[in-house]
């Protein structure tokens, strides 16, 4: 049996985002992740006491062109508000599509469009409903010398996760409920199978970028 490479920072590159104004902000890249994906960090100097950190999996669809099929885009708008305010940590992690990558996630969309459910739609695909695992989030706290956290999700498998990996989640701080019309049965779907602590009240469209 091989020892377990053990996870270390390969870069850390200061990176100012606009939308994170008068915050030092760094893009950190690792070694040996053990899925080999190109996941990132992004620190944001924490004030003082057990940092503020979010998992986000990648939404290629949410996250750049604003897709209202999900909820990602204004979920990633809200950590990064977050970090803003009182810095943190953002795992950025390259799991598209909960694991299935983007042409599945495109294809799971059109059998979603027969009222299909989004995890029986991956399963018809031939794949797991969710495939994500977070022990490399672990990893990359871990190499940032980060154990003990404060995480913002409504996930609890993230945070059942990341316990099981040896991360001490003192607090789970819920994300908003980002309803609009395109994805209330998606958000219905996480809320019933999978027991996302969403409270499905309507929240306001995703806002541009602060400058
Ligand atoms: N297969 C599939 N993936 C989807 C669909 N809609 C969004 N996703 C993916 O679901 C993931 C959502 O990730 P997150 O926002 O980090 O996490 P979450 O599981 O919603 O949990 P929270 O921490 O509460 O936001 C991303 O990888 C998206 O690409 C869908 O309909 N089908
Ligand atoms: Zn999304």
Do not use: W
């Amino acid at each position: 049996m091989t020892a377990a490479r053990r996870v270390t920072v390969r870069s850390r590159v200061p990176v100012p985002l606009a939308r994170l104004s008068n915050r030092s902000t760094e893009l950190i890249s690792f070694r040996e992740l053990r899925d080999g994906a190109e996941h990132l960090a992004l620190l944001v100097d924490p004030h003082p006491g057990v940092p503020l950190v979010r998992l986000h999996s990648e939404c290629l669809t949410g996250d750049v062109f604003g897709s209202l099929r999900c909820d990602c885009g204004p979920q990633l708008d809200e950590a990064l508000d977050r970090l803003r305010f009182e810095g943190g940590v953002l795992l950025y992690l390259r799991q598209e599509g909960r694991g299935i990558g983007l042409y599945n996630k495109l294809d799971a969309y059109l059998i979603q469009d027969e009222h299909i459910d989004t995890f029986t739609a991956n399963e018809l695909l031939g794949r797991r409903a969710d495939e994500r695992r977070y022990d490399v989030a672990a990893d990359m706290l871990e190499a940032l010398g980060i154990r003990r956290i404060r995480l913002l999700t409504n996930n609890p498998d993230k945070i059942e996760q990341l316990r099981h990996a040896g991360i001490d989640v003192v607090a789970v701080e819920p994300t908003g409920a980002y309803v609009n019309p395109h994805n209330e049965e998606y958000l219905g779907a996480k809320r019933a199978i999978a027991g996302h602590q969403i409270d499905t009240v309507r929240s306001p469209q995703r806002q541009p970028p602060h400058v």
